[in-house]
């Protein structure tokens, strides 16, 4: 009877033992879980209309500009060939707008806007006059940015891409107040 008393005891500790290693692994995979399923909930919706506005340029490019930004006062030498960037950039076949804006603002760092205005507007009627419409477009659009940006806000206004109706971009109705 001692022996069976003394079997059970044994039996007995040993199972707390388990139950005291594993119980903190069950604690944390619980609270893990609870996390996890609560993060879930609390995505917020996605609107059609903000994710477009994401997509359009999202927040890579400010932050480019930001990063372009403190590398430039802390190297003088880093936009030394903005404006050779910028007119590779501009005289390409197909050029890409976004690497084209990035280099547009090293050249708006350096201090270059009419530089960067007078080649935008002769790359702007090379596009019309090669029937290139979306690059006519987006060119007219980085105008415009050039020119809110220098300040000459009645120039950038009678540019006819703000008022381009079959276009819908969400950079007009910005750009326009």
């Known amino acids: ?23 903190p692994f069950v604690i ?5 879980f ?3 399923t ?8 996605i609107f059609k209309r903000s994710t477009s506005l994401a997509l359009l340029h999202g927040g890579e490019l400010a932050l480019k500009r930001l990063v372009d930004y403190h590398e430039a006062r802390a190297d003088v ?21 976004r690497e084209l804006a990035e280099a547009m603002s090293k050249l708006e760092m350096r201090g ?12 702007l009627q090379k596009a019309q006059k090669n ?7 987006e060119i007219e659009m980085l105008l415009v940015e050039m020119l809110i940006y220098k300040g000459e806000y009645e120039d950038a206004k009678k540019c006819k891409c703000l008022y381009d109706e079959n276009v819908t971009d969400a950079r007009r109705p910005l750009y326009l107040t």
């Open 77 to 97: 030498n880093k936009l030394g060939l903005a404006d050779c960037e910028f007119k590779l950039k501009i005289s390409e076949e197909r050029p890409n707008f």
């Open 112 to 123: 270059k806007e009419e530089y960067a205005i007078r080649t935008l507007k002769e790359e």
């Open 28 to 32: 944390f995979g619980a609270v893990a």
């Open 1 to 23: 009877m001692a022996d069976n008393s003394s079997n059970y005891i044994q039996k007995i500790k040993s199972a707390a033992m388990v139950v005291a290693k594993t119980t």
């Open 38 to 45: 609560s993060w879930k909930a609390k995505k917020k919706p």
């Open 131 to 137: 029937k290139r419409m979306h690059e006519a477009y």
């Open 34 to 36: 609870a996390a996890l």
